[in-house]
């Protein structure tokens, strides 16, 4: 037995350089608060309280070595819903969360909608939609078995019932159906950008969420514009989560598809990380 201040302090030290200090603290008390249920107010209530070292030692040696402490719990948080995550589905990001806020603002009037989200992975995107547009019938496409599952597990751990579809997107498919709303989170970070990323992300998170050539970066854009053209509704809506350093491109990309209704966001850190498409009555879209 360790006292919590004493662990802390453990943690400090032995994250050094690895993580900045303010980090140390917050992953330190998400972990002994998912495992023992103490907060910070506790430890500046009860420094010397003690508790059992095992779990927090073997997750310091693995921090050590850049795993997520997502991936450490099995746990994120995704606005304000609780996801399992591993190492087969992308840690759900918070820029991701923007999109889905834009999406339910715009839609949430709305009484009947069926919306697709394209490249699922944990299920982040198309679970907190079923949650907050509880009207929606919500599917959802990925190509990783395993990361369906888990989407499957969160679905249910949170109760909305989502249609999940196993797919690669990269390939011609027929949904046979017509959506009022598609969103994407594609793999977007070109090869190149990879020595920009941390070591967390390149040796734990999944490389197929992540990454496209630099010979073709918005091939998944392409096929999801190419997609949601044949299969939405009039006033059909493309969400898109995008890449801050390609909006050059997708703007070229947009002009080549004949797509003029459209918007761009940028995040709260001024990037721009979002992209609206909107189908005109005519079925082209027009501004
Ligand atoms: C950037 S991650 C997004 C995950 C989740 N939607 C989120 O926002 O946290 C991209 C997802 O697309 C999936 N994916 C990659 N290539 C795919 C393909 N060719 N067909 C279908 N899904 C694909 C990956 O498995 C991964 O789950």
Request: with cysteine; proline share 3%.
């Amino acid at each position: 037995m360790i006292s919590i201040k004493d662990l802390l302090n453990l943690f400090f030290q032995e994250l050094n350089g690895i993580y900045p200090k303010k980090e140390i603290e917050a992953i330190f008390f998400r972990l002994i608060d998912y495992w023992y249920n103490i907060n910070k107010i506790d430890l500046i209530l009860h420094p010397n309280f003690t508790i059992d070292e095992t779990k927090l030692l073997n997750a310091l040696q693995r921090l050590k070595k850049n795993e997520p402490w997502q991936y450490i719990i099995g746990q994120t948080n995704f606005y304000g819903l609780q996801f399992g995550v591993n190492p087969f589905v992308l840690i759900p990001r918070p820029e991701t969360e923007e999109l889905v806020e834009w999406i339910i603002k715009d839609n949430k009037y709305k009484n009947q909608l069926e919306i697709l989200d394209i490249g699922t992975g944990s299920g982040a995107i198309a679970v907190s939609l079923a949650d907050n547009l509880r009207f929606a019938t919500v599917s959802a496409i990925d190509f990783s078995e395993n990361a369906l599952k888990t989407a499957k597990i969160n679905a249910d751990k949170n109760k909305v019932s989502i249609n999940f579809i196993k797919q690669d997107i990269l390939e011609d498919f027929n949904c046979n159906k017509l959506f009022d709303i598609i969103v994407s989170n594609p793999p977007y970070v070109r090869n190149s950008e990879k020595k920009l990323m941390h070591k967390n992300v390149l040796d734990f998170e999944p490389s197929s969420a992540l990454f496209v050539s630099d010979d073709d970066p918005l091939i998944f854009y392409d096929k999801i514009i190419d997609f949601y053209k044949q299969n939405t509704r009039t006033g059909g809506l493309l969400y898109l989560e995008i890449n801050e350093f390609l909006k050059n491109d997708l703007e070229k990309l947009l002009f080549e598809k004949n797509i003029e209704k459209y918007q761009f966001r940028k995040d709260i850190f001024d990037k721009w990380r979002m992209l609206k498409i909107i189908k005109n009555d005519n079925g082209s879209i027009l501004s």
